[in-house]
Structures are given as structure tokens and as C-alpha cells.
């Protein structure tokens, strides 16, 4: 296997970034003004370009990081300057945990210390100097990386990401009318697209080479005449994506009986033993 397929979890609260991808999902109206900075001011048009390997669940997952990032530094406010050099911050520690070497405050203070008297503004300026960072990119990339693999797993969830998706994708203005097909008067829906074969893959395996409906054994082993179909979890008639977090493996007839309306997905896994 190549290097490059294999990555390192460290499961530094990768379920604490799951668990809040999923709740923004589950409680979209709790957090409309949230989701609009991430899909509003057409943004969508950033979600469109068909089948990117940084999919855009990737990208729901950065931005809900860099949220919390910005949240966490929300309580260091009322510290004074002698309290700031002391204290770990929660970037520096999740920074040591993924052994990612980095300027800590105190060390950067010492060339930046006549940038302000204030402990605030001094923390504001180096929480800006770690966002832009090698450290901060390297540390993101790492919890992106962690937090896909355990969301990519979770059908119901990728069905409400691309339930909300899709509602923006129906409401937008469209730019450019190329990546668009007309199926009704005036309903213009995303071009259907050939489904890369490292999406069809990831799908494949995730699914266990399963229909996810009807468990019908896909994987050519005990029955070559059951093919495979990748879906689109929301149908791109019904304003779905093509994106890898938006398919599901469904055998011929599933995929047939499921048609172009429905967003079914099954919550039913195989036990791993
Ligand atoms: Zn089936």
C-alpha cells in the first residue's frame, strides 16, 4: 500500500469536532446565521465543481474548526499580561498533542511585546500570527483528515449535509449556466457527472461492497450477475451535489425503485463481528 493512502489518527477530540458537525446538521434552524457564513454571500459556488477529492464535507469541517478556534479564544479576555505568559492555551495544547512544534505565547511575546500594553490586544495579535501559521494549516489538516473519516461513515448525517446543501444550491443564483441542465421549466439542477474512480472506491469500501438497502452482495465474489450502482444520496434532480459525501452503493433495482425524488439512505451496518 502506498504511503500516501495511510494516514495517522491521533484522536484528539475527533469526536468532539464529530459530534458538532452532526448537531449543527441535526439543529440547522438553532444555527441558520452559522450556516450562512458558510454557505451564504455565494459561497455555493464553491461546492458545485463536481467531485473534488477536498470534498465538501472537507470544507464544512474547516470551517467548523476555524468557528471553534475563534470560540475558544473568546475566554482569554480578562487575563493580564504576567497571566498570559503563564498560561497553555487550548491551541498550544492540542498543537503538543499532534507533536506539532510551534512559537508558544511567551516566546513570541518576546519579539512582539511592544505591539501593545493591553493582554488583549497582545492575545488578539498572536492568535492572529498562530491562525495564519504552518502550525495552525498543519494541525487543521490533521483534524479534517480525522473528523471526515468518522463523519464519511455516518450515512444519516451525509443526508442531512446534502439536504441543507441542496436547499441552498435551489435557492441560488446561478453564475454560470455551464455546470446547469434544464430538467423542468425554469428548474435548472447540477450536470451529472462521471463519478471518479477514487469516489467510487471510497463508496465501495465504506459500504462494504453492500447494497446499503436490500444487502445484496455487490462485491463480484459470491455473485457476478449483482451490480453495483454509486447514488446520489439527494438526487441531482432534487438540487443534490456531486460530491463523494453525497453518494451511497445501492444495487440495480434498489437504485432503479429508488428513482430521482427520494434522499433514502439506510441506517442498518453490518456488525463487525
Ligand atoms: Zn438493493
Redesign the pocket.
Known amino acids: 500500500m502506498k504511503e500516501k493512502d495511510i494516514f495517522k489518527m491521533d484522536y484528539y477530540q475527533t469526536y468532539y469536532f464529530a459530534d458538532i458537525c452532526n448537531t449543527i446538521m441535526e439543529n440547522e434552524f438553532e444555527y441558520l446565521r452559522t450556516l450562512d457564513d458558510f454557505w451564504g454571500n455565494g459561497h455555493i459556488s464553491n461546492f458545485i465543481k463536481p467531485f473534488q477529492k477536498y470534498s465538501n464535507l472537507h470544507m464544512f469541517i474547516e470551517f467548523t474548526i476555524d468557528r471553534l478556534f475563534y470560540e475558544s479564544n473568546q475566554n482569554y479576555s480578562e487575563f493580564t499580561i504576567d497571566e498570559l505568559l503563564n498560561k497553555r492555551f487550548w491551541i498550544n495544547n492540542t498543537l503538543d498533542y499532534h507533536n506539532i512544534e510551534h512559537i508558544s505565547f511567551k516566546e513570541w511575546y518576546k519579539n512582539n511585546s511592544n505591539i501593545s500594553t493591553h493582554a488583549e490586544d497582545l492575545m488578539y495579535k498572536y492568535l492572529e500570527f498562530l491562525e495564519f501559521s504552518d502550525f495552525y494549516i498543519k494541525l487543521k489538516n490533521q483534524m479534517i483528515e480525522e473528523t471526515f473519516f468518522i463523519l464519511f461513515l455516518n450515512r444519516k448525517f451525509l443526508r442531512e449535509f446534502n439536504l441543507n446543501l441542496s436547499g441552498i444550491l435551489e435557492i441560488s443564483d446561478i453564475d454560470d449556466i455551464n455546470d446547469f441542465t434544464l430538467v423542468k421549466q425554469n428548474k435548472l439542477v447540477l450536470k451529472r457527472k462521471h463519478i471518479p474512480k477514487w469516489a467510487e472506491k471510497a463508496v465501495f469500501y465504506r459500504d462494504r461492497g453492500i ?6 452482495d455487490l462485491s463480484g465474489v459470491m455473485n457476478i450477475s449483482n451490480k453495483y450502482h454509486i447514488d446520489h444520496i439527494v438526487p441531482l434532480e432534487k438540487y443534490g451535489l456531486n460530491d463523494v459525501s453525497n453518494l451511497q452503493l ?6 432503479t425503485s429508488k428513482g430521482s425524488k427520494h434522499t433514502k439512505i439506510s441506517n442498518d451496518y453490518e456488525r463487525w463481528y
Open positions: 447494497c446499503t438497502y436490500c444487502k445484496k445501492l444495487c440495480e433495482s434498489c437504485n
